[in-house]
């Protein structure tokens, strides 16, 4: 892997120094959100982490490297380039070989996170089980992921577009532990619950406890920690149904379907609610960096030589 990875001078110096890390993923900044707010997020979200004592590492694939740590010139393609792109488990390969620019996944991201040794990432919300999945089948990697890959992944559940409570199902046949943090809610991205129950865990504690002993158990799956937008931030469940709905009907329309619908959903809903979404969007994984970072602290501080994976 050694040949593979390359980490930027922060986190290198991170890890020499034994400080905390988390990882980003970068699919918000190059399919996410449009330019300039996807640069200015990217900015804000590492400057959050640092704030917090944490070294961000955003994750992308670029001139045939897992780049762990991205500089601003990176961060600068990732979110004007139109080519970039979006990368999951079977596309990691390819991108790498061909030598081209990838933006990872929560998937790629968990993956390439693993391989560097970092135990928490922070991402808006996770893929999911489309709606309709029954006759298209449109199932997102991520879930797959978090049941083999020992990475605990912060989100504001999953996205809101998402059939949620297929999502959580399958999480459940697939042993993913899913925990609300102070919520027994499973929250619907732009919206701070649903009406899904989830197990509650109150603190950053309980979550690094959790992981800690996962590992030494010898279990290999990652844990969801679904964090509710705040409130004031949020747009209210039944509110956004309506959005959602309207937005499913315009991609039905033009015919959108695979790794193009999630994209085209989230932009089409950016227009419907005239902006509001893209700032609930930004006010939500700021707030789950925050939490990475506090949870990262606790198991840099607790976890024994025995917890390293």
Request: glycine letters at 4%; charged letters at 35%; a positive charge.
């Given at each position: 892997m050694?040949?593979?990875l390359e980490f930027s001078k922060d986190v290198k110096e991170a890890f020499k120094k034994k400080q905390s890390v988390i990882a980003l993923e970068s699919t918000i900044i190059s399919h996410g959100m449009p330019y300039?707010?996807?640069?200015?997020?990217?900015?804000?979200?590492e400057a959050i982490a640092r704030e917090m004592g944490v070294i961000p590492a955003t994750i992308c694939l670029m001139d045939g490297k897992v780049k762990i740590g991205l500089v601003q010139k990176d961060l600068e393609l990732l979110a004007k380039a139109d080519n970039i792109a979006?990368?999951?488990?079977?596309?990691?390969g390819r991108i790498i070989a061909t030598k081209k620019v990838g933006a990872t996944t929560?998937?790629?991201t968990m993956i390439a996170a693993n391989w560097a040794g970092i135990k928490v990432f922070a991402t808006g919300g996770i893929g999911g089980v489309h709606r309709n999945a029954e006759n298209t089948f449109d199932v997102s990697n991520d879930l797959i992921e978090l049941s083999r890959v020992p990475v605990i992944v912060v989100s504001a559940g999953a996205k809101a577009i998402l059939d949620l409570s297929k999502t959580l199902e399958y999480l459940e046949t697939m042993g993913v532990p899913v925990y609300g943090y102070r919520t027994d809610r499973f929250p619907a991205f732009y919206s701070s619950q649903s009406n899904l129950k989830?197990?509650?865990l109150d603190t950053p504690r309980q979550i690094a406890d959790i992981y800690k002993t996962n590992i030494k158990l010898g279990l290999i799956n990652g844990i969801l920690v679904a964090n509710p937008i705040p409130e004031k931030y949020e747009i209210p469940f039944a509110e956004m149904e309506g959005y959602i709905d309207s937005a499913l009907e315009k991609a039905d329309e033009n015919n959108i379907t695979g790794r193009e619908l999630t994209p085209f959903l989230l932009s089409e809903i950016v227009k419907i609610t005239e902006g509001r979404s893209l700032q609930a969007n930004i006010k939500l994984v700021e707030n789950?960096?925050?939490?990475?970072?506090e949870i990262e602290k606790i198991l840099y501080y607790t976890c024994s030589q025995k917890c390293e994976v």
């Open positions: 050694k040949k593979y300039p707010q996807n640069l200015e997020v990217a900015g804000k979200l979006k990368v999951s488990r079977r596309d990691i929560v998937a790629a989830v197990d509650k789950n960096v925050r939490l990475a970072c």
